[in-house]
């Protein structure tokens, strides 16, 4: 992640979005709705990294932006000494 996201996305107030509003905000290609989606019912069964990105309100999931993008950066660290 680039230091101006990663600055831009500190500054921000923890904001909470649903799947759409967090599709809608984001700029590039990824994450599709359908990865999102994937994503969040792997998180449910602890099958990867982002259960903290995603927090549940009855049946309405609702993604952390910071966070989701925290995990990202940790997966791909964890990915970088996994190759050592």
């Known amino acids: 992640m680039t230091?101006?996201?990663?600055?831009?996305l500190a500054e921000e107030t923890r904001r909470l979005y649903t799947v759409r509003q967090f599709i809608a905000k984001q700029t590039g290609s990824?994450?599709?709705e359908a990865a999102l989606r994937s994503l969040i019912l792997?998180?449910?069964?602890g099958k990867n990294g982002f259960q903290s990105a995603f927090k549940?309100?009855?049946?309405?999931?609702l993604i952390?932006?910071?966070e989701f993008w925290?995990?990202?950066d940790r997966m791909q660290g964890?990915?970088?000494?996994?190759?050592?």
């Open 3 to 8: 230091e101006e996201i990663r600055k831009i």
């Open 30 to 32: 990824w994450p599709t």
């Open 42 to 45: 792997d998180a449910a069964w």
């Open 56 to 61: 549940r309100v009855n049946r309405r999931v």
């Open 64 to 66: 952390d932006a910071v």
């Open 70 to 72: 925290e995990c990202v």
């Open 78 to 84: 964890e990915r970088k000494n996994a190759c050592k």
